[in-house]
């Protein structure tokens, strides 16, 4: 088992001694300093801001695993977390969940008697010492002003994240997200600047400066013979503007690019916020030769009314189901009856938040027809992205992805 960084530390909160040896006993081998507690007492008194991984047991009998969380997100940790527990896998599941929104890494949630290979592959992960730095700029606070001014000046561009076929493992597209390249604390991530842009009344701003950019990049990319599509996130007020589809036509044929070029990724919100205007839209592109894509699939409360009236091209499961496979079994039914559905309908589908070789298997295995997640790459700048068309692309395999190699994709 090779370890990437021999000094990263692991602290182990497990009330059964024996096991939290063991826990220890592969972190050593993983080449980890680790320390155990079988008490919160004991796991507070341990506790040290540079810790890289904690491994928790969720059933503490002087602490619950919803306590843990909320005490490590007050405190700001960043870095590697893994959930453990005997207790059901749904509830296993729910936990992680929170645990996320509480603006925790979490990579792993097992259920005991845990996997050996599953708990070694984890606790071999790269090490999180980029994402626990990043962490306190992610939760920093901006002036308006501020937020504004990098709209305007350029600082805030797009990132972009592969998707790749599972039908031929290449790269069919990519997903531009809004970055900012701030000159302190580095590249930030949405949280720090989207919702303020969107209160203040920006959105038509900052979705001509992601569009105008998104476009520049995939003409250059086009020219040096990269076949990309590139998607790009709609707003619900863009979507229902009448401009829209013009403002959008124009930025294309300016750059000598194709309304095929583009998937247009609306949310199912975003669909109904104003309905008669949004089907009119969706309508006028996809005449035009746009795809458009619902995104965040199944979590709104009208899908399946959306999936009959609008012509959409592309369905994307949301990330909250993915990240349950395959071990919830109420979330293997809920995807591959959703894959099933879109075939059925003449849909392509991508699975977004995409983390592991187990979660890309039971991708394929269903049928679906892309994934796009940290497992394949994380966004990158345009450059990044020139290196892993040339390149990266390369090293996907499906031994590397664990795709049945008997699977009627390949």
């Known amino acids: 088992m090779n370890a990437f960084h021999p000094n990263r530390k692991l602290l182990v909160l497990d009330d059964e001694a024996d096991f939290a040896e063991l826990v220890c006993d592969v972190g050593s081998e993983a080449g980890l300093r680790v320390a155990a507690a079988n008490d919160f007492s004991q796991f507070t008194d341990q506790y040290t801001d540079d810790l890289d991984v904690i491994v928790l047991d969720l059933s503490m009998p002087d602490s619950d695993g919803i306590e843990l969380t909320r005490w ?12 453990m ?18 603006g925790l890494n979490v990579i792993g949630a097992l259920q005991k008697p845990v996997s050996i290979d599953e708990l070694e592959s984890l606790l071999c992960m790269p090490s999180a010492d980029s994402d626990r730095r990043s962490v306190p700029a992610q939760r920093k606070t901006f002036a308006d002003e501020e937020i504004v001014s990098a709209l305007r000046s350029g600082d805030i561009n797009p990132h972009y994240q592969p998707k790749i076929s599972l039908g031929q493992l290449v790269c069919d597209g990519v997903e531009a997200l809004a970055r900012w ?12 600047f989207l919702p303020r842009l969107l209160a203040l009344g920006h959105s038509d701003e900052l979705a001509s400066r992601m569009f105008s950019a998104a476009a520049d990049d995939l003409a250059d990319l086009r020219r040096d ?37 583009f998937v247009l990724e609306v949310t199912e919100h975003g669909v109904v916020a104003r309905l008669f205007n ?19 699939y199944g979590t709104g409360h009208s899908t399946m ?9 592309e369905l994307k499961i949301d990330k909250s189901f993915v990240d349950r496979l395959p071990g919830c079994a109420k979330s293997r039914s809920i995807v591959a009856s959703t894959i099933e559905l879109a075939h059925r309908l003449g849909l392509n589908v991508v699975a977004e938040g995409v983390e592991t070789p187990a979660q890309s298997r039971t991708l394929a295995e269903m049928g679906c027809t892309s994934i796009q997640g940290f497992l394949l790459a994380r966004p990158m700048n345009i450059g990044a992205l020139r290196d892993f068309l040339t390149d990266g692309i390369a090293q996907l395999s499906v031994e590397r992805l664990a795709l049945p190699a008997e699977s009627r994709f390949f």
Do not use: C
């Open 85 to 102: 527990s005997g207790v059901d896998k749904q509830i296993l599941e729910s936990t992680r969940e929170i645990a996320a929104k509480r």
């Open 72 to 83: 490590l997100s007050e405190r700001g940790y960043g870095a590697h977390l893994i959930l």
């Open 305 to 313: 009314s959306q999936l009959q009236r609008l012509p959409f091209s």
């Open 181 to 192: 390249s701030h000159p302190v604390h580095g590249i930030l991530g949405p949280d720090t």
């Open 225 to 261: 013979g990269f076949d990309v599509k590139v998607a790009l996130n709609v707003e619900g007020e863009q979507l229902a503007d009448s401009g829209f589809p013009d403002r959008i036509s124009d930025i294309a044929t300016e750059r000598g690019l194709k309304p095929a070029d």
């Open 278 to 296: 949004t089907i009119e839209n969706v309508l006028r592109l996809r005449l035009r030769g746009f795809s458009v894509s619902i995104d965040d």
